[in-house]
């Protein structure tokens, strides 16, 4: 396993679809475990594999209280329900963040590494958010297209850059994915 780098937000592969995963093997399950690493060392919740200059649709979640990282192949928003404000962040925007529009419910359908799909329902909670987060990742899309208003996006304080994983879920919610 190994920490692979951020590419930087200006790179080509973030603004780009992804490709579809035809087969989960072992290149893919190698990909998989270092996006993972590169996760838990970023300190974020979530990362799409984009991220690390990878143009595949894979992406991976672990939310504070998780103790596993949620692994999504091919993951596609089926439904979106709702709307709401929510502060975001994002590992290939260091040390910004901003206030987004995003769904109130969402469904989500993929795979996991074992090649079987299945589907994950999310409501109002940082799961919601960073389901859509990471599918736009992999859509070509950052969060700074789902601003409320383009002045709604601010520059953190040097002392409280990182690390804001600690705390409750409306701490959480401004951490980086
Ligand atoms: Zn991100």
Same mark, same amino acid.
């Given at each position: 396993m190994a920490v692979r780098p951020l590419v930087s937000a200006q790179d080509p592969v973030l603004s780009r679809k992804t490709i579809r995963v035809k087969r989960v093997d072992a290149g893919i399950r190698r990909l998989v475990k270092d996006m993972i690493e590169t996760m838990h060392y970023a300190q974020g919740v979530g990362l799409a594999a984009n991220q690390i200059g990878v143009p595949l649709r894979i992406a991976v979640i672990q939310l504070p209280e998780d103790e596993?990282?949620?692994?999504?192949?091919n993951? !596609?928003?089926?439904?979106?329900?709702?709307?709401? @404000?929510?502060?975001?962040?994002? &590992?290939?925007?260091?040390? +910004?963040?901003?206030?987004?529009?995003?769904?109130?419910?969402?469904?989500?359908?993929?795979?996991?590494?074992?090649?079987?799909?299945?589907?994950?329902?999310? !409501?109002?909670?940082?799961?919601?958010?960073?389901? @859509?987060?990471?599918?736009?990742? &992999?859509?070509?899309?950052? +969060?700074?297209?789902?601003?409320?208003?383009?002045?709604?996006?601010?520059?953190?304080?040097?002392d409280e850059a990182e690390g804001e994983l600690e705390g409750d879920a409306t701490e959480a919610a401004s951490s980086s994915n």
């Open positions: 596993e990282a949620l692994v999504l192949v993951p !596609e928003v089926v439904h979106r329900e709702g709307s709401r @404000e929510l502060t975001e962040g994002c &590992l290939s925007i260091p040390g +910004y963040s901003g206030c987004t529009l995003r769904s109130e419910k969402v469904h989500v359908k993929a795979q996991g590494l074992d090649g079987k799909t299945f589907r994950i329902k999310a !409501e109002g909670d940082l799961m919601t958010q960073a389901l @859509e987060h990471e599918t736009d990742h &992999l859509d070509g899309h950052l +969060y700074v297209e789902r601003l409320v208003s383009q002045d709604q996006m601010w520059k953190h304080d040097e």
